[in-house]
C-alpha cells in the first residue's frame, strides 16, 4: 500500500506564507504527477497544482504568480511554498500522486489526509 503524510498547515496572516510538505511511503516502483488540491466543505475538490515526473508544472489561475510546486523524486515528496497568502485560500489542502506500484500498468491515484490553511485578515 501507498501512504501519502502531509505537514505544514496552519494559521497564518493575510500577506505571509506556507509551505506544504508531502511525502509518499509504501510499495512504490515510480510516481508520475503530484500535486495539491484543496476543498472547502461541500464543495468539489478543486487543482492547485500538479507538477509532472519531469518537472512540468500547471497552476490554476488563482495559485499563478503567488505560490510554487516542487518535488524532490529521490525523496518521493511534493511541496507548494505558498506566498501572499489572501483569506479566500482558507482551505483545507490535500496532496495527490499517480503512483506505479508495479513496472506496468497506469498506477493508482492516492490521497494525502489533508491539512487546513487558514489565513486570518
Known amino acids: 500500500q501507498v501512504q501519502l503524510v502531509e505537514s505544514g498547515g496552519g494559521l497564518v496572516q493575510a500577506g505571509g506564507s506556507l509551505r506544504l510538505s508531502c511525502a509518499a511511503s509504501g510499495t512504490i516502483f515510480s510516481i508520475n504527477n503530484m500535486g495539491w488540491y484543496r476543498q472547502a466543505p461541500g464543495n468539489q475538490r478543486e487543482p492547485v497544482a500538479v507538477i509532472s515526473s519531469s518537472g512540468r508544472t500547471n497552476y490554476a489561475d488563482s495559485a499563478k504568480g503567488r505560490f510554487t510546486i516542487s518535488r524532490d523524486n529521490a525523496k518521493n515528496s511534493v511541496y507548494l511554498q505558498m506566498n501572499s497568502l489572501k483569506p479566500e485560500d482558507t482551505l483545507v489542502y490535500y496532496c495527490?500522486?499517480?503512483?506505479?506500484?508495479?513496472?506496468w500498468g497506469l498506477g493508482d491515484d492516492y490521497w494525502g489526509q489533508g491539512t487546513q490553511v487558514t489565513v486570518s485578515s
Open positions: 495527490y500522486a499517480r503512483v506505479m506500484t508495479k513496472s
